[in-house]
């Protein structure tokens, strides 16, 4: 499978400071990239060079098989943005926000309507976007950046601040979007929507890239790889760290079938432990 994108040594220089070191990873079809990192870390930089806004001071960005600074007008057309703030036509409707964007690619306007359904805004699709909640305009936001069907999506701060129905809405959506194939890149300090939606994390500190791994590698090397189960025992209450071997596993099993487990949960470190010790590093 070839990648979706490929970074190489790609590095941003201000002046003398470097915002962006040497960075290089790839993606692939229906990969979901958390990009995290403390404040000033680099992470809008590297947004903005992936998206073709922002130029390298060296290194190669390759998206679609095509380079981000030659061949920009081939990637854009492919692609889907949503930026942290609102840019939306606040006076317009929210069936004429997507209808422009429909006409700009090409997209037939019977797309609209199932995806207004599917983000529970079909019922508003006449009202001035002006009126709607914070949650609303960001439904329709990511509903404009998918409705011309781009295989990579880039997302800054996607639910940031938003109602839980809101989040949920967008959180499935984006997920069903990664099943079929898309590729999206996001960055938040939410550490449960990132959990919810990123199989692959990239932390970066300073300008570097110091860790790009599966989310699910990460939980394990920084946590303990055992699960801690509470059960009601001979003697009284115990609490044991066991580790998830077959022999293991058919106890806690027997243990619930006996009514006994108390409480069960996986000793894997969380995201947000994850990060404070990556900062730390």
């Given at each position: ?14 002046g003398?400071?470097?915002a962006?070191n040497?960075?290089?990873?790839s ?5 979901v ?8 870390a680099g992470?809008?930089?590297?947004m903005r ?13 390759t ?20 930026f ?6 606040e006076?317009?409707?929210a069936y ?8 700009l ?12 359904e ?5 019922s ?19 509903s404009?950046?998918?409705?011309h ?7 800054d701060?996607?639910a ?15 997920k ?6 898309t590729t999206?890149?996001?960055t ?21 890239l ?14 303990q ?31 619930y ?6 409480n069960?949960?996986?000793?894997e ?13």
């Amino acid at each position: 499978m070839e990648p979706i994108i490929t970074v190489n040594r790609l590095t941003k220089k201000y002046g003398d400071r470097i915002a962006v070191n040497d960075i290089s990873f790839s993606l692939y079809p229906g990969q979901v990239l958390g990009l995290l990192g403390p404040n000033g870390a680099g992470k809008t930089t590297t947004m903005r060079m992936l998206m073709g806004l922002s130029q390298p001071s060296s290194g190669s960005i390759t998206i679609f098989g095509h380079d981000i600074r030659t061949d920009a007008k081939l990637i854009h057309p492919r692609i889907g943005v949503v930026f942290e703030r609102s840019n939306l036509l606040e006076n317009l409707s929210a069936y004429q926000n997507l209808a422009l964007f429909c006409r700009l690619y090409g997209t037939p306007l019977s797309e609209i309507q199932p995806l207004l359904e599917r983000m529970d805004l079909w019922s508003r699709a006449q009202e001035p976007v002006k009126n709607f909640s914070k949650g609303m305009k960001q439904r329709l936001l990511i509903s404009r950046a998918l409705i011309h069907r781009p295989p990579l999506l880039f997302l800054d701060e996607p639910a940031s601040g938003l109602d839980p129905i809101s989040a949920k809405i967008i959180w499935d959506y984006l997920k069903e979007q990664a099943a079929h194939g898309t590729t999206i890149i996001l960055t938040s300090h939410d550490m449960v929507e990132v959990d919810e939606l990123c199989d692959m994390i990239g932390f970066i500190n300073q300008g570097h890239l110091i860790t790009f791994e599966r989310t699910s590698v990460l939980k394990s090397q920084y946590g303990q790889g055992t699960i801690r189960i509470t059960y009601q025992s001979e003697q009284g209450i115990a609490v044991e760290n066991l580790e998830p071997t077959p022999e293991n596993l058919q106890r806690i099993h027997s243990l619930y079938a006996e009514k006994r487990i108390i409480n069960l949960r996986s000793m894997e470190a969380s995201l947000a432990e994850i990060f404070q010790k990556l900062c730390e590093s």
